[in-house]
């Protein structure tokens, strides 16, 4: 079986979703890095640079692209019910 790193997520080349990784959560391309993990990092105060001093695999540009993603993600439309 050919390693294949599941598919990148349109507009977020660094962000990848693959049934096989981590559940098919969304994870950093080419690693086992969850979005869920570094999101969590910076938000205990972590700063980039912290991050990939942790983890050298993830760049200063993936944090980047983890919190671009979930901006995404976080703007969706409100529904509110009727009256």
Do not use: K, N
């Amino acid at each position: 079986m050919g390693h294949d790193t599941g598919m990148t997520l349109a507009g977020f080349p660094r962000i990848s979703v693959d049934p096989a990784v981590c559940g098919g959560r969304p994870v950093v391309t080419g690693t086992r890095m969850r979005v869920t993990d570094v999101l969590e990092m910076l938000a205990g105060g972590a700063t980039p640079a912290e991050v990939t001093a942790d983890f050298p695999y993830l760049s200063e540009d993936d944090v980047r692209a983890v919190l671009a993603y979930a901006a995404s993600q976080a703007d969706h439309p409100v529904v509110l019910a009727a009256e």
